[in-house]
């Protein structure tokens, strides 16, 4: 992974980060599963990587075809987005994803389930830290109920994924289904390299491995000072009035990726109230967009608009061997010709990126180029420490989400009258 800072400051308590980021590699260094940061120790945890690798062996048999994936958020966001970016047609096992309720995935589900002969074409994998996700278990008991009505007992095709000692968990020992468990301190955004976003990445057919690799250097790798150097430029642009972050993503197989950062950015930053109990609602905001789709409706008040925003540019440059070919229909832009693809991304990159400069629109550039899964693996770690690293520099606690319990609160009342 490659990246810099353009047009960016990195203006604050450097020796305060320096502190923070010491506590967190004595985290690591004394595996302390019981550290609000245990998140990071998920890559080096031993245990539980064999028993998702073991699980998934003993699940695998050569009739399965499909793969349903229940859960929300943090649930299902860091599998889907190594999911998306990993895929091979033809190699890779398909993951049926239900997150929010919507008819639509049921009767898709029931179709799948039509067509099916035998439950060994099918595994359900169902997720939730809580273990009592509204959204999770009103999906979970209706596709359970189309397998049941068509298979009897599917007990050993189901796997359920929670803290230890939920209500869910305890259903599933009583209707038997296999277990995995997520470590208490690990919160569920930055679940993605336990079993939650482990398991249904390796029955899919996709190496792990190299994935796990990538997030253990991400730490071991004393020249990786992304975390600091970006936690830094975020901080200093945010006080000068950049309040939007914007992931753009050069590869529309890395949108999920925006996704996840989103959720984990949002969640773990934006706090009304600091660790002193002060008010200060940060409202750094997350979205995200894909190049080179979105400047075509997005560009002109990327540009133009208000100079609100900082942006990561991700790129995945696979040096494609795509060439254009000669055609009357080029016309006006005959100059592509005999050019490749990966040519066209490259330059339409770095038009936006030279007209950022134009405008001293504060950016970084991030360049996934090595082995995909290593560079996600190692980005997505970074990614974690850097939001880490931001909620120390804004005094905030990263790991609690107070406010999202409102909504569930009121829905379970609604849903009880």
Partial sequence: MKFSLHNM?????RESLDAYLAHIHNVIEKRDFA???????????????????????????????YIVVIGIGGSSL??????????????????????????????????????????????????????????????????????????NNISDRVIVISDNETPLIKWAEDYHAHTLFIREKIGGRFSVFSPVGLFPLILAGI??????LGAQNAINDSSNNFPQESALAIFDSYKKGHVIHNMFLFNPRLENLGKWYRQLSAESL?????????????????????????????GQLYLSGKDNEIT???????????????????????????????????????GTTGA????NLPYFKVSLDGDLAYELGYFMQSLMIQIMLLAHLFEINAFNQPEVEKYKKITRQILEQ
């Fill in 78 to 151: 860091g599998a889907k987005a190594l999911y998306s970016a990993l895929y091979e047609e033809g190699k890779t096992k398909e993951i049926v994803w239900l997150e929010s309720v919507d008819e639509n995935n049921i009767f898709r589900i029931e179709k799948i389930v039509e067509g099916m002969e035998s439950k060994d074409e099918c595994v359900l994998i169902i997720i939730s830290k809580s273990g009592k996700t509204t959204e999770t278990l009103v999906n979970a008991s209706k596709v359970l109920s189309v397998l049941e009505e068509k298979f």
């Fill in 9 to 13: 400051d990195q203006n604050g308590p």
């Fill in 270 to 298: 934006g706090k009304e109230k600091d660790i002193h109990n002060n008010v200060v609602r940060i409202d750094l905001t997350p979205t995200v967009a894909i190049g080179s789709d979105d400047l075509h409706s997005m």
């Fill in 207 to 212: 190496d792990i491995d190299n994935i796990i």
């Fill in 35 to 65: 550290s609000d940061e245990a998140s990071i120790l998920a890559p080096f945890d031993t245990e539980y990587i064999s028993e998702v690798k073991q699980l998934a062996e003993d699940i695998e048999n050569p009739k399965l075809k």
């Fill in 312 to 350: 990561t540019f991700v790129s995945n440059e696979n040096n494609d061997s795509i060439s254009i070919p000669k055609s009357s229909i080029l016309g006006p832009i005959q100059y592509v010709e005999r050019k490749t693809f990966c040519d066209v991304k490259k330059a339409i990159l770095s």
């Fill in 356 to 359: 950022y400069d134009e405008d």
